[in-house]
T-cell receptor, first 115, second 115 residues
Framework: DTAVSQTPKYLVTQMGNDKSIKCEQNLGHDTMYWYKQDSKKFLKIMFSYNNKELIINETVPNRFSPKSPDKAHLNLHINSLELGDSAVYFC??????????????FGDGTRLSIL | AQTVTQSQPEMSVQEAETVTLSCTYDTSESDYYLFWYKQPPSRQMILVIRQEAYKQQNATENRFSVNFQKAAKSFSLKISDSQLGDAAMYFCAYRSADSNYQLIWGAGTKLIIKP
């Protein structure tokens, strides 16, 4: 009965490959996010979707492409992986607009390691 | 733009004692929300406590409480009766009450519990 689940938990791959990370939430939330956490633990928002529409798109290389087939899923596809993409990627979800102050619920993270 | 500052990269406390983690933020808004998240070595991001800026009363959750000083833009987290399981990175975060969905994160404080 995991609330926000992302797969895989670990991903080790070669530079130049293309990979995807999947995220699903069963909380009925309408907003989902992708974060990148670097080796210094700093959390950086990458994307946010509300009801399948992109609402936050920070300065992220266009090799990163989020896809939201429905409001319970937000997948992250990464093309031509680079060494600097090594990080932990977190998916999160929340309900409603910012006016409600609802907290974000996080997945367990995917540790991506580029060889 | 809003910013969140956690000035203590690392703190340590003896088991069963009390520790306070500091967080300050900068904003021109009057209505917003503040959060503390915990990230143990298991990598999960877990919501610890949430505070609405329009509420003067400090939020509490069992052994966790905050000291919210709106005029000083300070939002410290107090952990009473520290336990070994409290060892984690603690992140302070800010969210506007308008339609901006984004959380603004601090850099985190690593809390070490000494047995």
């Amino acid at each position: 009965d995991t609330a926000v689940s992302q797969t895989p938990k670990y991903l080790v791959t070669q530079m130049g490959n293309d990979k995807s990370i999947k995220c699903e939430q069963n909380l009925g939330h309408d907003t989902m996010y992708w974060y990148k956490q670097d080796s210094k633990k700093f959390l950086k928002i990458m994307f946010s979707y509300n009801n399948k529409e992109l609402i936050i798109n920070e300065t992220v290389p266009n090799r990163f492409s989020p896809k939201s087939p429905d409001k319970a899923h937000l997948n992250l596809h990464i093309n031509s992986l680079e060494l600097g993409d090594s990080a932990v990627y977190f998916c999160a979800s929340s309900q409603g607009t910012g006016g409600g102050g609802q907290p974000q619920h996080f997945g367990d993270g995917t540790r991506l390691s580029i060889l | 733009a809003q910013t969140v500052t956690q000035s203590q990269p690392e703190m340590s406390v003896q088991e069963a004692e009390t520790v306070t983690l500091s967080c300050t933020y900068d904003t021109s808004e009057s209505d917003y929300y503040l959060f503390w998240y915990k990230q143990p070595p298991s990598r999960q991001m877990i919501l610890v406590i949430r505070q609405e800026a329009y509420k003067q009363q400090n939020a509490t959750e069992n052994r966790f409480s905050v000291n919210f000083q709106k005029a000083a833009k300070s939002f410290s987290l107090k952990i009473s009766d520290s336990q070994l399981g409290d060892a984690a990175m603690y992140f302070c975060a800010y969210r506007s009450a308008d339609s901006n969905y984004q959380l603004i994160w601090g850099a985190g404080t690593k809390l070490i519990i000494k047995p």
